[in-house]
């Protein structure tokens, strides 16, 4: 397996990005892990689809620990990022009283294979993972197969996105983080497009959910809330995040947005927005729920 997936993006050259990611989510993502952990026997098994840099993971292995041990499957199609997850989580778990075994499985989250390459799981994880597959609703069918009777499958797409900006930065137009938004959902439109045998998803996850045979299907939300001045951690972060938008986007951005952006991204310029004190990190996950009964 290489470093692209079925969306053809380079996750490797993201890794950094996406540890920093993972910092300035652990509080958000520990309170998601000790909620879906609460609802599992201790001794249960989760796997994680799409681990990515093990963040999440992490938190739920630490959950499980403290609700009697347990098991954590990852699973991810790029070998970088598993071996990364993997380290990260036995690096998080380091110490005595250790009652959560680890293990990582290369798999792909679109391949039918993947329910006899993992064992039935009291808890699926699967974050952001599905809408990059060719057919999401198959997608959520196969991860369905992966559950145990009375399992949980718990997809974390949707929410209401990332604000980390002020409305008007003193250089181009007011509201750029908004068009930069809108400019990143017209290049995600367009490469769900060209994935070859791409179907759109016309129903929301929940609604994926029940098509997909699951019941007690429900849906929470949590926030990630950084005000300023944020931590350079944060900042880093900021910074980074808005490059990947910038590059993304550029093909839907106008000239003066673009000219703007990089005025902004440079740490030479005196408008740098890493050197801004008004920074703020603000984030909204949606996670949605269905049981296998």
Known sequence: MSSHTHDDYDWVSRLSDLRRSDEIRAEAHRT????LVAMLAPGATIVDIGS??????????????????????LVDAVPELLDAAGEHVRATLAGPGETVKVDSVLADAASDTLPDQVPAADLVWASFVVHHL?????????????????GWLALAEGGLGTQCLPWDLGVGEPGLI???????????????????GSIRLTVGWTRSLTDAGLSDVTSFSYLVDHPAPV??????????WLGFLAHVSEDWLPED?????????????PVFIGARDDLFYLASDTVNLGRRT
């Open 32 to 35: 998601a892990a000790d909620r």
């Open 52 to 73: 990515g840099a093990g963040g999440m993971a992490a938190q739920l292995a630490l959950a499980l620990r403290a609700h009697g041990g347990g098991r954590v499957i």
């Open 134 to 150: 060719r057919d999401q609703q198959e997608g959520v069918n196969r991860l369905a197969r992966l559950l145990a009777p009375g």
């Open 178 to 196: 908004d068009r930069l938004q809108a400019a990143r959902k017209a290049w995600f439109a367009k490469m769900r497009a060209d994935m070859p």
């Open 231 to 240: 931590s350079d951690d944060v900042r880093t972060a900021v910074v980074g």
């Open 257 to 269: 947005d673009r000219i703007a952006l990089t005025r902004l991204l440079d740490p030479a310029d």
